[in-house]
T-cell receptor, first 113, second 114 residues
């Protein structure tokens, strides 16, 4: 079945450091790919998405490019802030009309001042 | 805007008890979803609905039931609570399909089954 694998956390960075959170997937066809963020004590929020190969999603300084050849959707940010501390989830939605998102286990990011 | 609201915020159940988790959205969204999040894990879809009167199973539907009699409400029913249902439950809604529309999540209900 479809699956998402994220890099294990937790990740601890200093403010203004570069961030990369790896995400790879297994799916048939061309799934849509998502990154969600969960701040402490809150529900998830959509951060960005890409619905076809080579698309780049971006939001709030975060970017991710849909790479079909490496089945990856790595999340990147050039300069993190303390307010970026959260848990980040990679997810995919299979082709075929279903609304069944498949999530990775999440990566906790802590940014220190 | 209230967005997606969930009640209760926290509940302790004994094994075998039943309860209903409430979810309401005020955005007139057609699509609604129930997820569970176990510690250290990603969310798993329990049930979803694409409109009033229509529901469909997700990845982990066993032990749960849903109904969608109105656009606004999407309650989740646990009939015989089991320790394996200890989790945080999130309700979400979207105007349309996830690939086209943003999914909005509620704040969650933490459930402990003892």
């Amino acid at each position: 079945g479809d699956s998402v694998t994220q890099m294990e956390g937790p990740v601890t960075l200093s403010e203004e450091a570069c961030l990369t959170i790896n995400c790879t997937y297994t799916a048939t066809g061309y799934p849509s790919l998502f990154w969600y963020v969960q701040y402490p004590g809150e529900g998830l929020q959509l951060l960005l998405k890409a619905t076809k190969a080579d698309d780049k999603g971006s939001n709030k300084g975060f970017e991710a490019t849909y790479r079909k050849e490496t089945t990856s959707f790595h999340l990147e940010k050039g300069s993190v802030q303390v307010s970026d501390s959260a848990v980040y989830f990679c997810a995919l939605l299979s082709q075929g009309g279903s609304e069944k998102l498949v999530f990775g286990k999440g990566t906790k990011l802590t940014v220190n001042p | 805007n209230a967005g997606v609201t969930q009640t209760p915020k926290f509940r302790i159940l004994k094994i075998g008890q039943s309860m209903t988790l409430q979810c309401t959205q005020d955005m007139n969204h057609n699509y609604m979803y129930w997820y569970r999040q176990d510690p250290g894990m990603g969310l798993k879809l329990i049930y979803y609905s694409v409109g009033a009167g229509i529901t469909d199973k997700g990845e982990v539907p066993n032990g749960y039931n849903v109904s969608r009699s109105t656009t606004e409400d999407f309650p989740l029913r646990l009939e015989l609570a089991a320790p394996s249902q200890t989790s945080v439950y999130f309700c979400a809604s979207s105007e349309g399909r996830i690939t086209q529309e943003t999914q909005y999540f509620g704040p969650g209900t933490r459930l402990l089954v003892l």
